[in-house]
């Protein structure tokens, strides 16, 4: 069993930038595919960024060039940097964990942009 603890979400005003964080407990963090997905209001839960255990990173298109995803295999840990944010980026931010059996959550960090 692998929990996840989202942490650094928050208010921020537009073009500003946050980094959030995704803690995990267990011993084999390496071996997982790690993401970030975002769930605004009435809309359908979407894949931000991912970076798989060899390191290869994805990003939606809406983000890239702003967004910067990460991981530190000894800290277990995966990080978000979040940079120009934008009102449309505002959304419950979830951190996502899996491999070929396995499929985890965090419970998700607020983050909200104002215009």
């Known amino acids: 069993q692998v929990q996840l603890v989202e942490s650094g979400g928050g208010l921020v005003q537009a073009g500003g930038s946050l980094r959030l964080s995704c803690a995990a407990s267990?011993?084999?963090?390496?071996?997982?595919?790690m993401g970030w997905y975002r769930q605004a209001p009435g809309k359908q839960r979407e894949l931000v960024a991912a970076?798989?255990?060899?390191?290869?990173?994805n990003y939606a298109d809406s983000v890239k060039g702003r967004f910067t995803i990460s991981r530190d295999n000894a800290k277990n840990t995966v990080y978000l940097q979040m940079n120009s944010l934008k009102p449309e980026d505002t959304a419950v931010y979830y951190c996502?964990?899996?491999?070929?059996?396995?499929?985890?959550w965090g419970q998700g960090t607020q983050v909200t942009v104002s215009s």
């Open positions: 996502n964990a899996r491999d070929r059996r396995h499929d985890y």
């Open positions: 267990g011993s084999t963090f390496s071996a997982f595919a």
């Open positions: 970076v798989t255990s060899g390191g290869s990173t």
